[in-house]
């Protein structure tokens, strides 16, 4: 089965510090996409940065990258400078070029942040 | 924002009770999904659809249908609803299947007493 696990239900770190949340991917595919969501008190769900598994180079937007391992299949996000406003549920989420062409999410890490 | 809006945004209703939700789109995009929301779950799809009039089942269809006469609308309707479907909701949709960013709406909490 095609599947997205996040093992850290919870998060925590303090202002301008770096965190990393953890996603790690099941798939037979060898093309497929990697993004992070977040998703603030709002409830939006906002798009913070996508992977193409093709490109070997990390993508990178702003304070937030990306460690992509391939072959471990894992697909890592680092937030540096943390601020207070991004904390907010996280889900990672993989496009594998099924026939629906929908999104498979993970369960979420909630990340909050110290002032 | 991407033009997507969902309404009822919030709603309360009776088990056994017909519910529909709307999403409409001013985006002209081709592709539009129906995912739930459950803590401990993420977001799974519900339905989707690729075209007018052309819709599909997702990996939790039981007990919803949806329907799609435009472009710019589509519809999720809880034929009569059970507390298992209390939820929340949200509308994405997409200009294309593959590596297509999929923007999403504000979502519908619905509740089913």
């Known amino acids: 089965a095609q599947t997205v696990t996040q093992s850290q239900p919870e998060m925590s770190v303090q202002e301008a510090e770096t965190v990393t949340l953890s996603c790690t991917y099941d798939?037979?595919?060898?093309?497929?996409?990697l993004f992070w969501y977040k998703q603030p008190p709002s409830r939006q769900m906002i798009l913070v940065i996508r992977?193409?598994?093709?490109?070997?180079q990390n993508a990178t937007e702003n304070r937030f990258s990306v460690n992509f391992q391939k072959a471990a299949k894992s697909f890592s996000l680092k937030i540096s400078d943390s601020q207070l406003g991004d904390a907010a549920m996280y889900f990672c989420?993989?496009?594998?070029?099924?026939?629906?062409?929908?999104?498979?999410f993970g369960k979420g890490t909630k990340l909050s942040v110290k002032p | 924002d991407a033009g997507i809006t969902q309404s009822p945004r919030h709603k309360v209703t009776e088990t056994g009770t017909p519910v529909t939700l709307r999403c409409h789109q001013t985006?002209?995009?081709?592709?539009m999904y129906w995912y739930r929301q459950d803590p401990g779950h993420g977001l799974r799809l519900i339905h989707y659809?690729?075209?007018?009039?052309?819709?599909d089942k997702g990996e939790v269809s039981d007990g919803y249908s949806v329907s799609r006469s435009k472009t710019e609308d589509f519809l999720l309707t809880l034929e009569s609803a059970t507390s298992s479907q209390t939820s929340v909701y949200f509308c994405?949709?997409?200009?294309?299947?593959?590596?297509?960013?999929?923007?999403f709406g504000p979502g519908t909490r619905l509740t089913v007493l």
């Open positions: 659809s690729y075209g007018v009039k052309d819709t």
């Open positions: 798939t037979s595919e060898s093309d497929y996409y």
């Open positions: 989420a993989a496009d594998y070029g099924g026939s629906q062409g929908n999104l498979i």
């Open positions: 985006e002209n995009h081709r592709y």
């Open positions: 992977q193409e598994a093709y490109k070997q």
């Open positions: 994405a949709i997409s200009p294309g299947r593959f590596y297509n960013e999929q923007f």
